[in-house]
T-cell receptor
Framework: DAGITQSPRYKITETGRQVTLMCHQT?????MFWYRQDLGHGLRLIYY???????DKGEVPDGYVVSRSKTENFPLTLESATRSQTSVYFC??????????????FGPGTRLLVL | DQQVKQNSPSLSVQEGRISILNCDYT??????FLWYKKYPAEGPTFLIS?????DKNEDGRFTVFLNKSAKHLSLHIVPSQPGDSAVYFC???????????FGTGTRLTIIP
């Protein structure tokens, strides 16, 4: 099924553990993004990628690592999870060359709880 | 430093009436603005957008107004329907820059 998917949808982990959240899109969009949503903060950009092998920091990158070896995948890794990383994480993609609407398309989100 | 602000965390409106959601921004470099709608347990979905060369954009029941001098935009929903109950995020960007800056969101509840 085409679109943008995230896995897992729900994850419980413990402080100090490494966690990887997956994001996959089938549109071949060049840009991909990771956001976290927290009450009172809205959506904050963690990292983004303009193309395979090109990534850059967003507003709140500390404690996170990303990679993009293939255009369609953009995993987000929490190297050593902390309670403050409990959040809902959204992946998004966009294609600035589409010549159409300038918007981002979001996945369904991953709810992460760090105990 | 919150560059995009939605000062009303919540709003309740009677079904059939007009819903007005507000958004303010501080960065004068922003020249493209978007509204997203978000239901619980789902990702945000694009609703409507406006570029800074316009002051109004309509799409069915949804209209976005932009006041550049006041650095203010608003989303009007007329008439409001129960399915409009959701969290609405305002977002802004520089044209040609793919990064979006989001507001904190407004939870809209439509009362039947």
């Amino acid at each position: 099924d085409a679109g943008i998917t995230q896995s897992p949808r729900y994850k419980i982990t413990e402080t100090g553990r490494q966690v990887t959240l997956m994001c996959h899109q089938t549109w071949s969009h060049s840009y991909m993004f990771w956001y976290r949503q927290d009450l009172g903060h809205g959506l904050r950009l963690i990292y983004y990628s303009a193309a395979a092998d090109i990534t850059d920091k967003g507003e709140v990158p500390d404690g996170y690592v990303v990679s993009r070896s293939k255009t369609e995948n953009f995993p987000l890794t929490l190297e050593s999870a902390t309670r403050s990383q409990t959040s809902v994480y959204f992946c998004a993609s966009s294609d600035p060359t589409s010549g159409g609407l300038e918007t981002q398309y979001f996945g369904p989100g991953t709810r992460l709880l760090v105990l | 430093d919150q560059q995009v602000k939605q000062n009303s965390p919540s709003l309740s409106v009677q079904e059939g009436r007009i819903s007005i959601l507000n958004c303010d921004y501080t960065n004068s470099m922003f020249d493209y603005f978007l509204w997203y709608k978000k239901y619980p347990a789902e990702g945000p979905t694009f609703l409507i957008s406006i570029s800074s060369i316009k002051d109004k954009n309509e799409d069915g029941r949804f209209t976005v107004f932009l006041n550049k001098s006041a650095k203010h935009l608003s989303l009007h929903i007329v008439p409001s329907q129960p399915g409009d109950s959701a969290v609405y995020f305002c977002a802004a960007k520089h044209f040609g820059n793919e990064k979006l800056t989001f507001g904190t969101g407004t939870r809209l509840t439509i009362i039947p």
